[in-house]
């Protein structure tokens, strides 16, 4: 129709059928909403476990020292803090593997080696979160403040689909539980292409589809039946934790993701699933 | 009231599940703001709601929901009672509301010292609460038990006018009492009961001696408050509208 062709593409939100950037606003939208309560609606949603699937994600990750990370859709800093974590405690194994074999050297000669490496506590690694939704990183930045994260940490205000960085960039690029809010997903993979490093690495944490009957069909009453109702008691917000569900059951599954990905240029893509395929990590890799 | 389709047919990957939740649900809003609910959802809601508002007495948004969730039974014996009545049957044909934008403050400022215009609006301003503050219906799934239920909560701070109650948490319990025993309302019930475990041994006392017994007892004298217009009797005298309704004057 005419008015279809005005407002532009139609896509959808949760069920509903909107154009795109109705899509948009109404996404930025729900996370202005839920931003301060989003760490406590997904510790109450999936009873904490989302928690080991980040870890397993930052674990599949394996960074050392040095590696340049970009967090987009990072919004509360849930990868960052993590990336940071798993470098500090591998630069310390490398610092103590140091200390063993100076120990010919004089205490004035361990101790100036020493203050050298206390400077670069990360080894030069870095993580910059990206996120399109102020609130998100305005709650990101708190809670770096309030948990003593600054070093290697940067926030900036960005599109998935138009990032605000040069080409060539990263080492690693990832996305948790962010790419199902995008619009264009095409886009937001040819950006993630893009900006990483040839040998770069991308990896992206998201809920997936379940091929289990039953489980599927329990799965669906607890996040059609439950999860909403936890929105409205807990953040007082019922529209956007059914959209949250809804947007769940639209998504690509695993093999239509890996097609995507593929796609824009990944190489060696794979996904691994976690929980059944409740949650799925795609990994590809930039040549 | 009106019946359309909050969500368009979902052209879901997985189309099963999205229909079935649809029948379960039925998918009809029938008012704006109306957020269709299955049975379960409205049992895990009411359990939730009343949880959360013990543990956070600033969730008056949770005190909406149990009222909303636990009100089926009462709710259609309040619209009833208005239904029999002359003046309630008007009010559920004109659908007053009570709100900043359909009050004239300065006129009911100016009535005399006394009259439910007068006393209404010196409550809210020594109270600081505003009408606009009652939380719209969202989970009851007939359009005319949600004016019902809109009423009841414009009506509230009325009650507390004419029962010369405050705001603070022995004021709002001895409120929820007359309440109770007028509408009948789960929510006001437990509310009731609940209400005072946060209260200290004197104020306990008084609650349980003074102002629970005659709450009570004019709950049980006075008509149906819900049939009250009383947007036509701001001139009215608070003691005369108490008599007439058959409310005892407050110790």
């Known amino acids: ?61 394996n960074p050392s020292p040095g590696t340049l990370l970009l967090d987009v859709a990072g919004g509360t800093g849930d990868i960052a803090f993590r990336f940071i974590n798993y470098v500090r405690s591998v630069r310390e194994r490398q610092l103590q593997r140091k200390l063993k074999h100076h120990q010919n050297l004089s205490w004035q000669e361990i101790s100036e080696s020493y203050k050298e490496d206390k400077l670069k506590s990360l080894g030069d690694s870095q993580v910059v979160v990206c996120d399109i939704n102020k609130e998100m990183l305005k709650v990101g930045k708190q ?3 309030h948990l003593g994260y600054s070093e290697g940490l940067s926030w900036v205000l960005g599109n998935a689909e138009e990032l605000p ?32 490093k040839p040998g770069g ?46 947007s769940i059951r639209r998504f690509p599954p695993q093999e239509e993701l890996k097609a995507m990905i593929e796609d824009a240029g990944f190489f060696n893509v794979d996904y691994q699933n976690l929980n059944s395929g409740i949650v799925a990590i795609h990994s590809g890799f930039k040549l | ?45 009411a359990a939730g709601s009343a949880f959360m508002a013990l543990y956070d ?91 019902v239920i809109q009423r009841y909560r414009e009506v509230h701070d009325l009650m507390h006018t004419l029962l010369g109650m405050p705001t603070n948490m022995l004021g709002e319990v001895v409120v929820k009492w007359f309440e ?9 019930i437990l509310g009731a009961a609940f209400g005072p475990v946060r209260l200290s041994a004197r104020k306990l006392q008084l609650l349980a001696t003074e102002l629970v017994p005659w709450a009570i007892r004019s709950g049980r004298n006075a008509n149906c408050i819900l049939n009250v217009y009383y947007e036509e009797r701001w001139e009215q005298p608070v003691e005369s509208l108490r008599e007439e309704i058959g409310i005892f004057p407050p110790p």
């Open chain 2, 180 to 188: 109770a025993v007028q509408t009948g309302l789960p929510m006001c």
């Open chain 2, 1 to 45: 009231g009106r019946a359309c389709l909050s969500r368009t047919e979902p052209r879901a990957r997985d189309g099963r599940s999205g229909e079935e939740e649809e029948e379960e649900e039925g998918c009809y809003q029938l008012y704006p703001g109306h957020i269709p609910t299955s049975p379960l959802q409205k049992a895990l809601l």
């Open chain 1, 1 to 61: 129709s005419v008015r279809g062709l005005a407002a532009g593409p139609e896509t959808h939100f949760g069920f509903q059928t909107v154009t795109e950037a109705e899509r948009r606003e109404k996404i930025y939208q729900v996370f202005e909403s839920v931003a301060k309560k989003y760490d406590v609606m997904n510790d109450s949603m999936t009873l904490g476990i989302h928690r080991v699937w980040k870890d397993i994600l930052v674990h599949k990750m």
């Open chain 1, 165 to 196: 960085f040069d080409d060539d960039k990263f080492d690693v690029y990832t996305i948790a539980f962010g790419i199902r809010n995008v619009t264009r997903i095409d886009l937001a993979l040819q950006e993630a292409y893009r900006v990483l």
């Open chain 1, 143 to 145: 809670k770096a403040q």
């Open chain 1, 201 to 246: 690495r991308f990896l992206c944490l998201e809920f997936s589809h379940v091929s289990n009957p039953l489980l599927s069909r329990l799965y669906d009453l607890y996040s059609f039946q439950v999860i909403p109702v936890l929105g409205e008691v807990i953040a007082g917000d019922w529209k956007s934790y059914q959209y949250l569900v809804e």
């Open chain 2, 57 to 147: 007495p600033y969730r008056h948004d949770m005190v909406a929901v149990l009222g909303e969730t636990t009100g089926c039974l009462a709710l259609p014996n309040l619209r009833d009672k208005m239904k029999h009545h002359p003046e309630g049957y008007r009010i559920l044909q004109e659908r007053p509301r009570i709100r900043l934008s359909t009050l004239d403050m300065a006129r009911l400022q100016a009535l005399p010292d006394g009259t439910l215009g007068r006393e209404y609006v010196r409550f809210l301003e020594d109270n600081k609460v505003s009408p606009d503050t009652r939380m719209p219906p969202k989970f009851v799934d007939d359009e005319e038990l949600a004016y």
